[in-house]
């Protein structure tokens, strides 16, 4: 079965400093990746895929991440966060193929962003 | 309508009695899921629905909890006998045909079993 590990449950970091949000996860077939975010009180949003070709995927906000197969890999970044980046992350995979419908979620990254 | 819209937003019940909770997807979606967040977790896969196919159902933790969807449109997930650990946030989404498009999601309805 899929597993999705976020190693960092809390990520501090202060305003304009880059970050890394690290995401592994288990399989060796293809799958499709996805990076989520989650505002207070708000449902998650979709930050950016993964789903074929170039192995760096830019998403919204200037947030990007990239795919690394060898290592298992999907690490979320910003070269440059703001205040308004506090929010939740999370992870998710799905295999690509048929019945391929089901993400399989990490429990998340909280990004705080210190003024 | 313009986004996934679930209600009601805040739930709050005593042990024992059944909830239903309801989504709402974007038109045109054929694919609606239900996910469930409980507190310091990620998201738990429960039901998704696509179309006119049987639902896949595999993700309900007991037989207490059933959806259904009219066609593609309103779902409505409904638990019996409600448990203190069936507590949680449930999130629906829907997608366009299937998840290499993403899924839209609600904002979520907040249970709380007492």
Known sequence: ????????????VFEEAPVELRCNYSSSVSVYLFWYVQYP???LQLLLKYLSGSTLVKGINGFEAEFNKSQTSFHLRKPSVHISDTAEYFCAVSYSGAGSYQLTFGKG???SVIP | GAGVSQSPSNKVTEK???VEL?????????????????????LEFLIYFQGNSAPDKSGLPSDRFSAERTG???????????QQEDSAVYLCASSLLGVDYGYTFGSGTRLTVV
Not at chain 1, 1 to 12: I, M, R, W
Not at chain 2, 29 to 42: D, E, F, K, P
Not at chain 2, 73 to 80: K, M, N, P, W, Y
């Open chain 2, 72 to 82: 593609e449109s309103v779902s409505t997930l409904t638990i019996q006998r409600t």
């Open chain 2, 16 to 18: 024992g009695k059944d």
């Open chain 1, 109 to 111: 990254t909280k990004l």
């Open chain 1, 41 to 43: 009180n708000q449902g």
């Open chain 2, 22 to 42: 309801r989504c709402d997807p974007i038109s045109g979606h054929t694919a609606l899921y239900w996910y469930r967040q409980r507190l310091g977790q990620g």
């Open chain 1, 1 to 12: 079965a899929q597993s999705v590990t976020q190693l960092d449950s809390q990520v501090p």
